[in-house]
Nanobody, 128 residues
Framework: QLQLVESGGGLVQPGGSLRLSCAASGFTLDFYSIGWFRQAPGKEREGVSCISSSDSSTYYADSVKGRFTISRDNAKNTVYLQINSLKPEDTAVYSC?????????????????????WGLGTQVTVSS
């Protein structure tokens, strides 16, 4: 069974940090570009960060630049999203997705297109 499973979400105070993980099973992530997306209640899904399969080029939404870092460990078949300096507006369900690199990571992230596999998501809540 091909699937992506996110973990690492939780309740954190403003200014705190979390590391989200996206683990693949049933297929290898080596050949896929990976994206992290988030969706808050009543809002559209937003492409937060994406990383390519080939040269590990990355894209970050303006709202998270300087605070979020995406990385991949192909040996562990896992992609991570380190999120620092969390703000209440970061509260959302965070999901990862994998897609073949037919477009640039920026295009994939901004247009939320080209992704074949999606995880169910992990909740991140930022509150004091």
């Amino acid at each position: 069974q091909l699937q992506l499973v996110e973990s690492g979400g939780g309740l954190v105070q403003p200014g705190g940090s979390l590391r989200l993980s996206c683990a693949a099973s049933g297929f290898t992530l080596d050949f896929y570009s990976i994206g992290w997306f988030r969706q808050a209640p009543g809002k559209e899904r937003e492409g937060v960060s994406c990383i390519s399969s080939s040269d590990s080029s990355t894209y970050y939404a303006d709202s998270v630049k300087g605070r979020f870092t995406i990385s991949r460990d192909n040996a562990k078949n896992t992609v991570y999203l380190q999120i620092n300096s969390l703000k209440p507006e970061d509260t959302a369900v965070y999901s990862c997705a994998a897609g073949l690199p037919l477009l640039t990571v920026q295009a994939m992230c901004v247009m939320t297109t080209g992704f074949n596999y999606w995880g169910l998501g992990t909740q991140v809540t930022v509150s004091s």
